[in-house]
């Protein structure tokens, strides 16, 4: 059953451009619609997430999605707001980050469906490496003018410039292989559609030209608006980086406290991009989080349902039970039920001190432990005055003065977790040999 895919981008904000006549021609049939991927890592992150949701929309309307890994575009550098060219990748770094990808995708996206909108993932390495350039400029590049792609936004921005390297003819030339890519699977899987950021739309556009001057059909081209965040800043980034879909790269931790962390406005836009929540259920949604903001009722929900969707829900549970362990809401259990990174990355930036594993074994007195042997507290007089009036936690649970910290204190095997009061934390660290005992900031 075909479903109106434009109307459902619209009211989630995620139009930004449409050529017109896309909403009847998709109404009439099932069609197909590509996004294309730049595979110069082996995992996603979420500024790649619209794209991926814009190809979700279109499978769930009863069309099909076909992604696009740009292995030879991903080789040449897309001119389109960025200063500098990409580099080379080998075709064995190239395969692997295509499989990678892959499996990143069919947590969106279904490709083992039997319906006739299974989803599809391409690699247009695979349809230019053997075109000769020769070929290329005699079949496709005499088609398009060097006026027509001067006028494109993507090549002024960067001629115009006050960059001393400019644009090099490999970065020029690049419409014309997207554009080929679009040419190529209107040929060979009967595609009709492009979809992109809204930079892309010169790109795009340049391929509905090829499709018409060379294939003699007619083709659609679709953007959406480039994610900003309220404040001004890059969405998808922090000061560690990107916020990857590879849980290896940034833990489900991070990401879930990237999504809780956003603010109102953010997460009211957000919310109807990120998840497949229905229009009503979002603006109840909405609605509620107003009337009591400090909840951040939709904060939670953005957060759960990107979460899941994006690394399943145990990992979300998780990542909720880690998030609660700064607010006193834990016990040692759930502590040594985290692995090393998400330990890491909870107490990120709380200073530290390392002691040798036999004094742990030996049983390092509690009095010690917070004063002479990490620095944590400035005397052995302070720890036991702060001991008395029951402020001191190991791993979260109250001690006395008298109790000895031991290997069954140990939270991976390496790691215990002092505490003062609600919000100063302290870790040691457990090193196997004396390579130079640091105390704590």
């Keep these: 059953m075909i479903t109106n895919f434009v109307e459902e981008l619209q009211w989630r904000g995620m139009i930004h451009d449409v050529m017109p006549g896309t909403e ?17 890592a082996d995992s996603l992150h979420i500024g790649h997430l619209v794209g991926v949701m814009m190809l979700k929309h279109f499978q769930a309307s009863g069309h099909r999605p076909i992604a696009l890994v740009g292995g030879a575009t991903g080789m040449i550098g897309d001119p389109s707001g960025k200063s500098d060219e990409r580099n080379l990748l080998d075709e064995e770094t190239l395969r692997h980050n295509q499989e990678a ?3 990143q995708l069919s947590r969106f996206l279904d490709f083992d469906s039997d319906e006739e909108n299974a989803a599809i993932l391409v690699n247009n390495y695979d349809w230019m490496k053997d075109f000769s350039f020769l070929s290329f400029i005699r079949d496709v590049g005499k088609h398009i003018t060097v006026n027509y792609m001067m006028a494109k936004d993507s090549v002024k921005k960067r001629l115009s410039a006050e960059s001393a390297e400019g644009m090099s003819f490999t970065e020029f030339t690049y419409q014309l292989v997207q554009g080929y890519d679009f040419l190529h699977l209107y040929r060979e899987k009967d595609l009709t559609l492009q979809m992109g950021g809204s930079d892309q739309w010169g790109n795009i556009t340049t391929g509905t030209e090829l499709v018409r001057r060379i294939g003699g059909g007619k083709a659609y081209a679709m953007t959406c608006p480039l994610i900003t965040k309220a404040d001004g800043t890059k969405f998808g980034k922090t000061a560690g980086g990107n916020i990857w879909l590879d849980a290896e790269r940034t ?14 406005e953010d997460a009211a836009k957000y919310i109807k991009i990120f998840t497949f929540l229905g229009k009503e259920e979002i603006e109840n949604l909405i609605a509620e989080h107003q009337e009591a903001p400090h909840q951040r009722a939709l904060q939670k929900r953005l957060a759960e349902e990107v979460t899941i969707s994006t690394h399943g829900l145990e990992n979300y549970e998780n990542a909720v039970k880690a998030s609660e362990i700064l607010f006193g809401k834990s016990t040692a259990a759930n502590l040594k039920a985290l692995n090393e990174k998400t330990f890491l990355d909870i107490f990120e930036g709380v200073p530290q001190a390392e002691v040798r594993r036999g004094e742990i074994e030996a049983g390092l007195d509690i009095v010690a432990a917070l004063a002479e042997k990490t620095g944590f507290l400035q005397s052995n007089g302070e720890a036991r005055r702060a001991l008395k009036q029951n402020s001191i936690s190991v791993n979260q649970d109250k001690v006395a003065d008298g109790y000895t910290i031991t290997t ?34």
């Design 101 to 103: 990808i892959k499996e």
């Design 24 to 40: 009847e021609h998709l109404m009439e049939q099932m069609r197909s619609a590509y996004v294309g991927i730049d595979p110069t």
């Design 251 to 264: 833990s489900p931790y991070k990401f879930y406290q990237y999504w809780l962390n956003t603010s109102d």
């Design 408 to 441: 069954e204190d140990l939270i991976n095997h390496r790691f215990v977790l002092l505490q003062r009061g609600k919000k100063n934390y302290f870790v040691i660290r457990v090193v196997d040999e004396d390579s130079g005992i640091k105390k704590g900031d």
